[in-house]
């Protein structure tokens, strides 16, 4: 049965009234034909390694107005980073000393953070860290962490999820020397693409529609058009028979499960902290906002295949039945294609894929001295409706509450259960932990790598583990939240001090 106009109906419907619907094709639902509407090519970010001063890389980063064209004749008003809309690729070394300078040329105040690094807490770009309109912060540190695809956002508490849909992100790739000897993909844009992945809505007149209703608030903003890296309806023309695609789910509050249209197997290679210990081989992988994975296709000539969102067997992780409309009304269950591959006719022969590939860093649950307990929470019956009732632990963010303090270098289990009606991915800021168990059962191959974000479904309890290491300020407080935006921003997040 062809997915198209019925199922977008039912969709706007619940969207409000003068949302943008392009005749023929359904937004994010899939095309019968998409051949015919994943023509635009895909966008890649531009490369920023900074200059060479005084020993450090100095990256000159300006938050800024802009105008994207998304869909064709009608501008979109947007925000960006050194550009329209999204920011630049960072590209460091491991072990080298970088000096970002963010400026905010925009009228409202915001912040950068740096999505998976270790680093003092003043420079974590956190809701702490505001840079007011016409000022220029600077964070300078150590790059600690091994290769591995990191990001930077928007963390403005009360503002993160509009700043972010309108462009505050970016990605930021750590290379090192272990990484570089695998001989993994890695010309950019050409066996390395970087894969940002954002749902919009859209206004008639070409404007982005962001969270205006109790909806949106609840479950999350999520919107009807795909975007990967800025581009809608991208199509990426193949170069190499093996990629490596970096994905990063960009997206406020969307859980993709990926694969593609053929089913074919492809190897995940990373996680969110960096390279596993060799690559797993997948159909599908789910990739919940904050999540990052590294993954390795075989293309093969003159064959054309979608990358696919396939709904979850429960939508958005939905764990109760009002909850499982909700996502249904948010199309969390529809599938939907997200961009295209074509392959040329002269491709070479696939290349060697290493069998091993690092050792990455590990803590065994006999290691910790403490166990902290999360339990996340959303009000509901009426303060629910009324959009309230996100927090942690029973309460909601407090700017001026410190609700952890972890001495520094010890290794600790947080567990995290998850008393709430939905599925939400916990980011740790600062380190990068190891999960433990699910329910008590290991973690599938592809999670078994350093994380920094894991997706805790309705009802689980999900233990990681992990280490605060280098920094510590008894002061100045890192963030744990939720990565669906409007939740964090509603007030399920919490804050730690790494002390001595
Ligand atoms: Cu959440």
Redesign the pocket.
């Known amino acids: 049965m062809p997915k198209t106009r019925r199922q977008f109906l039912q969709l706007a419907s619940t969207a409000g009234i003068g949302l943008l619907t392009p005749l023929g094709y359904t937004g994010i639902v899939a095309a019968d034909d998409p051949t015919s509407w994943f023509r635009n090519p895909l966008g890649l970010p531009p490369v920023l390694e900074g200059r060479l001063h005084g020993g450090e890389r100095v990256i000159d980063l300006s938050l800024g107005y802009g105008t994207s064209e998304f869909l064709g004749d009608r501008p979109t008003p947007t925000v960006g980073i050194n550009g329209a809309y999204l920011g630049p690729v960072l590209r460091v070394q491991q072990g080298g000393n970088i000096r970002l300078n963010v400026t905010n040329r925009l009228s409202e105040p915001s912040t950068l953070h740096w999505h998976g690094l270790n680093l003092p807490a003043t420079m974590d770009g956190g809701p702490h860290q505001i840079v007011d309109p016409g000022k220029t912060w600077t964070s300078a540190f150590k790059v600690h962490q091994a290769a591995s695809t990191q990001w930077y956002h928007s963390h403005m508490y009360h503002r993160t999820g509009i700043q972010v849909y309108f462009g505050l992100a970016g990605m930021f790739i750590i290379d090192d020397p272990r990484g570089n000897a695998l001989n993994l993909p890695s010309d950019y844009g050409v066996d390395d693409i970087p894969l940002i992945l954002q749902d919009r809505s859209f206004n008639q007149n070409g404007s982005f529609r962001y969270a205006s209703s109790m909806h949106d608030r609840m479950m999350?903003m999520m919107g009807q058009f795909m975007l990967v890296n800025g581009t809608a309806f991208a199509r990426f023309d193949v170069k190499k028979p093996l990629t490596r695609l970096r994905i990063l789910n960009g997206s406020n509050?969307r859980i993709y499960n990926l694969e593609f249209s053929d089913r074919r197997e492809f190897l995940q290679i990373a996680t969110d902290g960096g390279l596993l210990e060799a690559p797993v081989p997948m159909r599908n992988i789910v990739l919940a906002p904050g999540e990052r994975a590294e993954i390795l296709v075989g293309f093969s000539a003159e064959k054309d295949v979608m990358l696919r969102h396939k709904p979850l067997p429960r939508p958005n992780g939905s764990g109760s039945a009002m909850m499982g409309m909700m996502a249904m009304m948010a199309g969390a269950d529809q599938p939907f294609d997200v961009m295209r591959f074509v392959a040329p006719r002269d491709l070479s022969k696939l290349a060697e894929i290493p069998v091993r590939l690092v050792e990455p860093r590990n803590w065994s649950a006999t290691d910790a001295v403490r166990t902290r307990r999360f339990t996340?929470n959303?009000r509901m019956g009426m303060g629910m409706m009324q959009g309230g009732g996100?927090g942690i632990n029973g309460r909601a963010m407090d700017l001026r509450r410190i609700d952890a303090r972890v001495p520094l270098g010890d290794v600790e289990i947080w567990d995290i259960y998850n008393d709430?009606p939905?599925?939400?991915?916990i980011h740790i800021h600062n380190t990068q932990f190891r999960i433990l168990d699910r329910d008590g059962k290991s973690p599938q191959a592809n999670e078994q790598g350093l994380k920094d974000t894991v997706l805790v479904y309705s009802g689980e309890r999900v233990r990681v583990i992990t280490q605060f290491e280098n920094y510590s300020d008894a002061a100045a407080p890192y963030m744990f939240h939720?990565?669906?935006l409007?939740?964090?921003d509603a007030g399920?997040m919490g804050q730690f001090v790494v002390v001595t």
């Not at 939905?422 to 991915?425: E, F, G, L, N, Q």
Request: charged letters at 10%; aromatic letters at 6%.
């Open positions: 999350g509050a996340l959303m996100f709430s939905m599925a939400h991915p939720c990565h669906i409007e939740h964090e399920m």
